[in-house]
């Protein structure tokens, strides 16, 4: 569980529905998701051996953009188990995302 998981509808189960998962949604022509991918790295680091953390292209994945009703790039998503646990949008600070999954333990 190290490093960011690069999940489509394919792999997003087995890889962000079971314990806790912090999953943004992103668009690659998205300014401010460009700004939120050192973040995004960051919160791999301090999160490594203890979340799943993902990215998922909500250009190339609408169907998943779509179950999770994300309108707006970037959204990040706390799951536990699969489920919503929190949706902080826009940019964040690191410490806002590895915080908001801490909660989950």
């Given at each position: 569980m190290?490093?960011?998981?690069?999940l489509t509808r394919d792999t997003f189960?087995?890889?962000?529905?079971?314990?806790a998962?912090?999953?943004e949604f992103y668009s690659p022509q998205c300014g401010h998701c460009r700004m939120?991918?050192?973040v995004m790295e960051e919160a791999a680091a301090g999160l490594a051996g203890r979340a799943t953390v993902g990215q998922i292209n909500a250009d190339a994945e609408g169907e998943l953009a779509e179950r999770f009703n994300v309108g707006?790039?970037?959204t990040h998503i706390f799951l536990q188990d699969g489920e919503e646990k929190g949706r902080p949008v826009g940019v964040q600070k690191a410490e806002t995302l590895i915080s908001?999954?801490?909660e989950l333990f």
């Open positions: 190290e490093g960011i998981v690069a189960e087995a890889a962000a529905g079971r314990g998962a912090l999953v939120q991918a050192p707006v790039v970037p908001g999954i801490e």
